[in-house]
């Protein structure tokens, strides 16, 4: 039956398949963006998320650039989202391998942003694209007052620090309206 990634990812991890079915996934994202690049919407990007397992990897940036190599992607084509609580479980070997995956021009994502414990500090060092702010501060807009200063607060700071930001599970216009 249908089993939820927030339990298959942590059974997979669990049963040490995790990197087996990451890179499968990533294959297989990469794979259908180059079909459609082949059907002419070569403006199409793709999105892929790593778990904190294969973040840890020591063979992630092989597995990446050969990935992208086999289907014949430039690095800015793929995104890899990291959540905000897998990048600051080892902040210092995230910052190695987003620097590693930055340099084959692949852009990043910090994804959940305000659900962990991150030290602010270390957005600077993350180097990343976008902040993508957790669907739990948006589901409440506009009625949550704490939500929208919370996540006024996320886009004022990351517009500052020069990073793109995406909220996650807009569903009304007057959600929208408040984002923009």
Known sequence: GMVSPAKFIVIAEECGLIDELGEWVLNEAC???????????????MAVNLSAHQLRAPNLVAVVSATLARHSLAGNDLELEVTESVAMADPERAIGQLQQLRALGVRLAIDDFGTGYSAL???????????????SFVRNLPIDTADMVLTEAIIVMAHKLGLKVIAEGVETEQQRSLLI
């Open 121 to 135: 500090s270390y957005l600077k060092q993350f180097d990343i694209d976008y902040l993508k702010i957790d669907q």
């Open 31 to 45: 794979g259908q963006l180059a079909a459609w690049h082949a059907l002419g919407w070569r403006h199409l990007s």
